[in-house]
């Protein structure tokens, strides 16, 4: 087939975020468009929980999830979408979109969980701001 490329290429030219934590919640891959989504090079972010692009007041919420799927082996979000905020490295909310994954060692146990991830946040105030013209639409008080 002649295909020269490897996991790394593969992660590395993808344009969603590709992160992958360790059971702990460590961060031990961090693509380049995770760098451009969140800010944070891949040095700064490998090694850091996951609380680094997790806001504050989803963390409980997140860390009860996580710790769940990893005692399980099993989430609801490998195929299903979820959007949730996210932070970013200069402290401004993003809006984003993901999927995850659980990776698995030899004996089956769950080694990681590997998040591809989008950034949506022009999207969702897009959409916020025609919720909102609609809105005023159907008030009647359009706008001057």
Known sequence: MGFAWNFEQLVNATGDAVVVSDPKGAIVVWNPAAERIFGYSREEALGRSLDLITPERQRQRH?????????TGVTKYGSALLRVPALHKDGHTLSISFTVGLL?????????????????????????????????????????
């Open 63 to 71: 860390w009860d999830g996580y710790a769940n799927t990893m005692r």
């Open 104 to 144: 698995h060692g030899a004996d089956d146990e769950v080694t990681g969980i590997v998040a591809v991830i989008r950034d949506e946040t022009s999207r969702w105030a897009e959409e916020r701001a025609l919720r909102k013209r609609l809105s005023e639409l159907e008030a009647g008080h359009p706008r001057d």
